[in-house]
Structures are given as structure tokens and as C-alpha cells.
């Protein structure tokens, strides 16, 4: 039993010195805990709805930065909707998703930072879009870290936030991952439309200081932030 217990220190020393010296963060712990067959869980995510209210003429008309919310929770189902708009996928054949990607590579991840979301639980998620589900990378209040960071208040009263990053290593032009960026969010702005949600993107922050206090992956490089929240 002792034996076992020292074992246990032991290799959880060893994985915290090499995750400190080689910076495992975000993607990389969650390979690295897939290759040695450790369990991820992801969290699947309530399917999307293909037919909404608002047509996409009255939703660009209505598109307006939205700063200020209602108190309310958003439920999983609204969120989930909203990462879909972002990046779901639209063709499993091709893995094509509803946003357009720089010869269909796929540079930008999705993360979301719940504070009162109905059925998820506070903490850092990274948008999955293969099978529509979340990879949660850490727990706790992450939103407030990220108002910390980024100081700007609508991060503070809203009740969710979305990062979306750039993957710099993946991306054979330097711009590319920011175009990719501008089209999901501008899905989320019409998603949003439809749900009665309100968004704005945000790139006044230093995204060194969003990337450090969220510890998120090394190679990727944080360009929008959008608090979310229902419309007052
Ligand atoms: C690249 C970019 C960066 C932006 N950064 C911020 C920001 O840091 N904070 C903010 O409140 N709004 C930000 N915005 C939102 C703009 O202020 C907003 O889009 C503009 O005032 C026009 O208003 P509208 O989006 O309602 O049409 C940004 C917009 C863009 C395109």
C-alpha cells in the first residue's frame, strides 16, 4: 500500500517537472493524455437546429455590438448553437465546417468560459467540432481570469465568453488564422441574432497576458474574445 502511494508521487512528480519543462498546455495535455490511453472526457454537446426564426437578411439588419446583458443564465442548448454557428461541421464527409477555411485546413480552435451557464459547470472548454462535443482543459472560474486579463467589463457581467485562437504552427501564412477568426465570429453575431444573445468582438487585450493567465496551447495565439450574454 505505502509502495503504492510512493509510486503515485513519484510518477506525479515526473509528469508535473516535464509538464513544466516543456510548457504542456492546453492541446498537447489532451494529446498526451489520449496517447498513453488515458480517458479525456469530452462532453457532448445537445445537437444543433438547422431552421431557425430569423431569416439571414433580418439577422445582418438586427447584427449589432452588444455590450450590456441581461442577468439570465444561457442553457447549454443556446451555447452549444452558438459554437456550432462558429465552427460545426456541416459536410462529416469532407469535415467541412460553416465557416470557410484557408484550403479547408482549419486554423482557428473555439473555447468557451462559462459563468452561469445552465448544465455546464465553470472552467476552460475547447470547442470540438468532429463530434460536436466540448474537451474541458481547466476548472474553476476561468471568465474571471480572462476579465483579469483582458480588462474589459462586458467580460465581467456576461454570462459566457468565447476565445477564438489562431493554430500559428498549422498556418502556412501568417494572416490566415485571422481571416478564419473574422468569419466565425461574424456566424456567432448571426447566431446571435436568432437566439435574442448579444456579442461583441473584443481584441483591445495584450493576447500574451489572455494566453498566459489561461495557460492555453503555446503554438496558438489568442485573437478574439466575445462575451455573451441574452439581450437586455
Ligand atoms: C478588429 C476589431 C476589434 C474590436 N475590438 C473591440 C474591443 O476590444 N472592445 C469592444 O468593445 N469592441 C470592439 N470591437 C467592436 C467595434 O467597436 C464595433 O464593431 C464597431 O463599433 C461597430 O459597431 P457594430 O459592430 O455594432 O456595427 C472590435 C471590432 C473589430 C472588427
Do not use: C
Not at 496517447?35 to 437546429?49: C, T, Y
Not at 478564419?180 to 436568432?194: I, M, T
Amino acid at each position: 500500500m505505502k509502495r503504492h502511494v510512493l509510486l503515485l508521487a513519484l510518477v506525479l512528480f515526473v509528469v508535473g517537472v516535464f509538464g513544466i519543462r516543456f510548457g504542456l498546455n492546453g492541446q498537447s495535455r489532451i494529446a498526451l493524455a489520449q496517447e498513453k490511453g488515458a480517458k479525456v472526457e469530452n462532453m457532448k454537446l445537445p445537437e444543433p437546429k438547422y431552421d431557425g426564426e430569423v431569416s439571414v437578411e433580418r439577422a445582418l439588419l438586427e447584427r449589432r455590438s452588444i455590450r450590456e446583458y441581461k442577468e439570465d443564465s444561457l442553457t447549454l442548448t443556446e451555447v452549444s448553437q452558438i459554437l456550432w454557428a462558429a465552427q460545426g461541421i456541416t459536410d462529416p464527409k469532407t469535415g467541412h465546417r460553416t465557416a470557410p477555411s484557408a484550403m479547408a485546413t482549419y486554423l482557428i480552435n473555439v473555447y468557451v468560459l462559462p459563468g452561469k451557464v445552465i448544465g455546464l459547470p465553470m472552467g476552460l472548454y475547447q470547442y470540438q467540432p468532429t463530434h460536436h462535443e466540448l474537451a474541458k482543459m481547466a476548472d474553476g472560474d476561468m471568465k474571471s481570469k480572462l476579465f483579469e486579463a483582458a480588462g474589459q467589463q462586458p467580460i465581467k457581467n456576461a454570462p459566457a465568453a468565447l476565445i477564438i485562437t489562431g493554430l500559428t504552427a498549422k498556418s502556412k501564412s501568417p494572416n490566415w488564422f485571422y481571416l478564419e477568426a473574422g468569419h466565425a465570429a461574424q456566424n456567432v453575431y448571426l447566431q446571435g441574432v436568432s437566439l435574442n444573445i448579444g456579442t461583441v468582438v473584443m481584441a483591445g487585450f495584450k493576447p500574451e497576458d489572455v494566453k498566459k493567465a489561461l495557460n492555453l496551447p503555446a503554438d496558438e495565439t489568442v485573437i478574439y474574445v466575445m462575451p455573451l450574454g441574452k439581450k437586455k
